[in-house]
C-alpha cells in the first residue's frame, strides 16, 4: 500500500479534516512546512493532475504526531527520531501503540475483518527485522487490518 492509501483510510477512520491531518503530523515536527492544501494533494486521486506522492517522512511524521495526539507527549522521554523509511510493519507498529491496543485488540480487529490472524503470526509482525522470526507485514494484512479498526472505531 502506498503511504497516500493509508492515509486515506486513516483520515476517513478518524473523519479528519485536511487541516487537522496537517496539525497532527506536526505535533511530531513543528517545523514540518505542511498545509492544508498539500494535505488535499495528498488525499487525491493517483491520476489527478495535482497529485501528490506522500513522502515517507511527512507520513512518518503523521504517524507519530498521531500517537502523540492519541495517548500525549512523553515529557520524561527525548523525543524520538522520525523514521525515514516507512513500512507496513512500521504503519501497524504506530497504530498499535496510537490505540492502545493489545495482542487481543488485534486479534480481534483481524477477526472482526474476516482475515483471522494467528497470534505467533500477529507476533513476528512486531519483531525486529533480523529477528529469525521476524515476518514483513503485507498489504493484505494492513489492508484488513485497517479495515477492521475502521469498523470498530466507525460502526455502521
Do not use: W
Amino acid at each position: 500500500m502506498t503511504n497516500n492509501d493509508i492515509l486515506r483510510s486513516i483520515r476517513y477512520m478518524l473523519d479528519l479534516s485536511d487541516v487537522r491531518v496537517a496539525d497532527i503530523a506536526r505535533l511530531a515536527d513543528p517545523d514540518l512546512a505542511i498545509g492544508k492544501d498539500e494535505v488535499r494533494r495528498f488525499l487525491g486521486k493517483e491520476d489527478a493532475e495535482d497529485y501528490l506522492a506522500c513522502r515517507d517522512r511527512v507520513f512518518a511524521c503523521f504517524l507519530d504526531g498521531l500517537v502523540v495526539d492519541r495517548r500525549g507527549r512523553n515529557e520524561s522521554q527525548p523525543q524520538r527520531p522520525v523514521e525515514l523509511r516507512v513500512t507496513n510493519n512500521l504503519v501497524l507498529k504506530k497504530l498499535r501503540v496510537a490505540f492502545e491496543l493489545k495482542d487481543v485488540d488485534m486479534h480481534a480487529i483481524f477477526s472482526e475483518a474476516g482475515f483471522p490472524v494467528s497470534k505467533p503470526e500477529q507476533s513476528a509482525l512486531f519483531r525486529q527485522p533480523g529477528h529469525k522470526h521476524y515476518r514483513p507485514c503485507g498489504d493484505q494484512i494492513l489492508r484488513n487490518f485497517l479495515k477492521g479498526l475502521t469498523l470498530r472505531l466507525r460502526p455502521a
